[in-house]
């Protein structure tokens, strides 16, 4: 299983960018799909996660109503829309998926996720 994200760019605040992750070996049908950030200095943090079967979604605080994560089982591919772009977005942003969550409230930005891809990096100036 492989997950590879892409997308970063450096922007100006303010702006917009949506990051992709897509998966080889994998479907994101049936399980939890999941972005975290790294910023400089910081821990990883969890930004937002889904159950891709249909159960909701989580925004940390800081980026809700920004931040839309979605995913296209078709495509194997979850994505990561982010508007209004700001300086303290700037990080490495990392998707996570997790297979086999049937129940709702299982995809929080606390649990374990098996699979991670390498990141992608976001400057936002």
């Known amino acids: 299983v492989q997950l590879v994200e892409s997308g970063g760019d450096s922007v100006q605040a303010g702006g917009s960018l949506t990051l992709s992750c897509t998966a080889s070996g994998y479907s994101f049908a049936n399980g939890c799909v999941a972005w975290f950030r790294q910023r400089l200095g910081k821990e990883r943090e969890g930004v937002a996660t889904?159950?891709?079967?249909?159960?909701?979604?989580w925004y940390d605080d800081s980026v809700r109503g920004r931040f839309t994560i979605s995913h296209d089982n078709g495509r194997r591919a979850a994505y990561l829309r982010m508007n209004a772009l700001m300086v303290e977005d700037t990080a490495t942003y990392y998707c996570?998926?997790?297979?086999?969550?049937?129940?709702?409230?299982?995809?929080?930005?606390?649990?374990?996720?098996?699979?991670w891809g390498q990141g992608t990096q976001v400057t936002v100036s």
């Open positions: 889904m159950s891709t079967r249909g159960y909701g979604t």
């Open positions: 996570a998926a997790e297979p086999n969550v049937w129940f709702a409230g299982q995809c929080s930005a606390q649990r374990e996720y098996s699979y």
